[in-house]
């Protein structure tokens, strides 16, 4: 089994929804939480990061991370298709650790 | 953040043949990471580098395979050595910024080996 799992999509949605992006981990010692986004031919881009347990929002963007039941979430509101990309979840036992990463769900969003 | 830079951004090589790919950072980092992204695949870590010391490899990768440099606080090199089309893959280096919470990545060097 993979540390990390994440449903690589493709997820399509019509511009103005709001999209759900997660991950489940088997890892118990996992504490350190990032999302990053990939455009197509560019380096993850990091978004957003979370430490242990919680929610954390920054502008249309919500992380959310339930260590109980090792899943995390992305939640991105009013869509819009310059967020079509690949969206990568990365976790770490400890701070400047190297991270380990879902396979990445390729998100279209559509006009 | 931290502003990272790799070259080549791309390349084709043969089989058997050697490629190194450089990786630059706009500040002073003591560890940067080398990661390898294969299609349809997780972000793999090849190994960490410390500058001043030998690189710490990830299982199933080794050092004659995957040799790297450290030279300075700033800068690294990755050589992916005698090459197979299985080697076709993006690399990309990475580093934390000046929070141990946030690592950056390069833009990525893709190589296809034909």
């Known amino acids: 089994q993979k540390e990390v799992e994440q449903d690589p999509g493709p997820l399509s949605v019509p511009e103005g929804a709001i999209v759900s992006l997660n991950c489940t981990y088997s890892?118990?010692?996992?504490?350190?939480f990032m999302w990053y986004r990939q455009y197509s031919r560019k380096g993850p881009e990091l978004l957003m990061y979370?430490?242990?347990?919680g929610n954390k929002e920054d502008g249309r963007f919500t992380a959310q991370v339930d260590k109980s039941s090792k899943y995390i979430s992305l939640f991105i509101r009013d869509s819009q298709p310059s967020d079509s990309a690949t969206y990568l979840c990365?976790?770490?036992?400890?701070?400047?650790?190297?991270?380990?990463f879902g396979k990445g769900t390729s998100l279209l969003v559509t006009p | 953040s931290a502003v990272i830079s790799q070259k080549p951004s791309r390349d084709i090589c043969q089989r058997g043949t050697s490629l190194t790919i450089q990786c630059q950072v706009d500040?002073?980092?003591?560890?940067m990471f080398w990661y390898r992204q294969q299609p349809g695949q997780s972000l793999t870590l090849i190994a960490t580098?410390?500058?001043?010391?030998?690189?710490?490899?990830e299982s199933g990768f080794v050092i004659d395979k995957f040799p790297i440099s450290r030279p300075n606080l700033t800068f690294s090199t990755l050589t992916v050595s005698n090459m197979s089309p299985e080697d076709s893959s993006i690399y990309l280096c990475?580093?934390?910024?000046?929070?141990?919470?946030?690592?950056?990545f390069g833009p990525g060097t893709r190589l296809t080996v034909t």
């Open positions: 979370t430490y242990s347990s």
């Open positions: 890892n118990s010692a996992f504490q350190y």
């Open positions: 990365a976790m770490s036992e400890n701070s400047g650790y190297a991270l380990n």
């Open positions: 990475s580093v934390y910024g000046t929070s141990d919470y946030e690592q950056y």
């Open positions: 580098a410390n500058q001043g010391s030998e690189a710490t490899y």
């Open positions: 500040s002073q980092v003591t560890m």
